[in-house]
C-alpha cells in the first residue's frame, strides 16, 4: 500500500464511491475517526464499518467527485461535491479533510464548502 497522502484519500474515495466496504475498512487506521458536516463525530473501524454498511445500504448512488486537492505533510482538503439521488442532504459542494498515517486514513472529516471553511482548511 503506497504511502502518498494524497494517493491513499483517493483510494479512500473510490472504495466509498464503491461501496467496497472492505478495501475501505483496509483503509482505515483502528482509530479511525469520522466527522460529519454537523459535527458528529464516529470512532473505532469497527464501529465505522457497521456505519459505513448501513450507510451503503440506504443510499445506493452515493458518490463523491474530487476536483480540488490541498496536501500538507499527513493532511490532505479536498473540495468537490456529492451526488445523492434520495437524499437531498447529500447532494451538492463540500470539503473533505483526511488525516493519513501510516498508510491509512486516521480521520475523516466532512465539512460544507463555505468560504469560511475554504480558508479554515486552506482551499
Avoid at 32 to 50: N, P, V
Avoid at 63 to 83: I, K, T
Avoid at 109 to 122: A, I, K, S
Wanted: with cysteine; glycine share 6%; aromatic share 10%.
Amino acid at each position: 500500500m503506497g504511502a502518498d497522502p494524497q494517493e491513499i484519500v483517493q483510494r479512500f474515495n473510490q472504495a466509498i464511491n464503491n461501496q467496497d466496504l472492505e478495501k475501505l475498512v483496509a483503509l482505515m487506521t483502528e482509530d479511525h475517526k469520522f466527522i460529519d458536516s454537523t459535527g458528529a463525530e464516529e470512532q473505532g473501524k469497527a464501529r465505522m464499518a457497521a456505519s459505513w454498511e448501513g450507510f451503503f445500504a440506504a443510499f445506493p448512488d452515493y458518490q463523491n467527485v474530487f476536483e480540488q486537492f490541498e496536501v500538507d505533510g499527513s493532511r490532505v482538503a479536498v473540495r468537490g461535491y456529492s451526488h445523492c439521488s434520495n437524499e437531498p442532504a447529500l447532494e451538492g459542494p463540500a470539503i473533505w479533510v483526511a488525516h493519513v498515517r501510516d498508510g491509512r486514513v486516521s480521520e475523516w472529516r466532512v465539512v460544507e464548502d463555505t468560504p469560511e471553511n475554504r480558508r479554515e482548511f486552506c482551499l
